[in-house]
């Protein structure tokens, strides 16, 4: 089945215009609440269970608000909400990506992102940070990050992973990056499945230089668990993996053109 039209808006102008002055209007007011209220209250019992779904409502609001809707289908919902033991990868185009995944994700399965130390320094947002679970990465050493990222994935429990973005940085390109070994490596390292997540159409919304996206569509596909081989250098895992991903990229890409 062809993905939907990417660009299509969902909703009349007149309603996204009315959309984007709320959150315009309220936006920076709610999304100060999200950031203040770890200072107040991470220290509760079960604050993280209820900030990382308060969190979650946030991005599907932010994205209802820019009349953008997430397409995933509900076996893949299901297969998400079942999934443990995994360490999730998933492909970066734009800004959009991580809001995205957010807001499709289902509650039933638990995620978090690695963050660079950089940006903990700050109190805001280092205890926003450690309030939602995020590990913190000191990238200045190669060793010391991935022994760090290991620890924390390896000390995560089953319904819990970790995402990681395998090109880096967002692609340039219509095409995968090159991918870095990092998810392969922690994978071998912690005993974990990699769940390798496509997403599509964010960098047609939202194009590197544009501040304000399209109305439209982006759409996940969620791939089936993907094994490192132990008989296999990493390098041969990776390749492995980009190559069943960029299967499905291709495919998904042709049919959202014709």
Not at 102 to 129: H, I, N, Q, R, Y
Request: a positive charge; aromatic letters at 8%; proline letters at 7%.
């Amino acid at each position: 089945m062809a993905s939907p039209s990417p660009t299509s808006p969902h909703d009349t102008a007149p309603i996204r215009l009315i959309k984007r002055a709320v959150l315009i209007l309220a936006g920076p007011f709610y999304f100060l609440y999200i950031g203040f209220v770890p200072l107040l209250c991470s220290k509760r019992k079960g604050f993280r269970g209820w900030y990382w779904r308060t969190v979650k409502r946030a991005c599907s609001r932010l994205l209802n608000l820019l009349s953008i809707k997430v397409a995933i289908t509900q076996a893949e919902k299901d297969a998400l909400a079942a999934d443990e033991n995994s360490v999730i990868v998933i492909n970066h185009r734009s800004h959009l990506d991580g809001f995205t995944l957010m807001d499709a994700v289902p509650d039933a399965k638990w995620f978090t992102f690695a963050a660079k130390k950089e940006l903990c320094d700050a109190k805001l947002l280092s205890t926003g940070f450690k309030g939602a679970g995020l590990v913190e990465i000191d990238r200045r050493s190669g060793k010391v990050a991935m022994d760090t990222l290991s620890e924390a994935v390896g000390t995560m429990p089953p319904r819990r992973s970790v995402v990681l973005f395998p090109e880096g940085t967002r692609t340039k390109t219509q095409s995968l990056g090159e991918y870095k070994a990092d998810a392969v490596l922690v994978a071998r390292e912690t005993g974990r499945t990699i769940r390798p997540i496509l997403i599509l159409n964010s960098d047609r919304l939202l194009p590197k230089g544009r501040f304000f996206p399209l109305s439209g569509t982006v759409t996940l596909k969620v791939l089936p668990p993907f094994h490192c081989d132990p008989n296999a250098t990493p390098d041969d895992d990776v390749a492995r993996l980009r190559a069943q991903m960029m299967t499905v990229f291709d495919a998904e890409n042709a049919d959202s053109h014709t």
